[in-house]
């Protein structure tokens, strides 16, 4: 079982799931960002101390948001590759 655990192909899989699920994971959680508002994330930015917080609040999430739908995207087209 060990040696078909270590095959290229097996691991391979392995790493699409977790893109997959990753991906996903981070598109809920972008999802929860913007249910809640840029507004919110700004005041959150704010009380970390970050520079011009509601001037960033909703390019950074979003930004954020299509860095994880293109991680979400790699996973499905590696797991269409298979």
Not at 15 to 25: H, I, P, Q, S
Not at 35 to 48: V, W
Not at 61 to 67: K, M
Request: glycine fraction near 14%; include cysteine; hydrophobic fraction near 45%.
């Amino acid at each position: 079982m060990l040696e078909r655990m270590n095959t290229g192909t097996f691991r391979d899989r392995t790493l699409v799931a977790r893109r997959l699920v990753v991906g996903y994971g981070f598109i809920a959680h972008g999802a929860a960002k913007w249910g809640r508002g840029p507004e919110h994330f700004g005041k959150l930015l704010h009380q970390i101390g970050a520079p011009f917080p509601t001037a960033t609040a909703g390019p950074g999430a979003l930004r954020r948001s299509v860095a994880r739908a293109s991680l979400a995207t790699l996973g499905a087209v590696s797991c269409l590759a298979f």
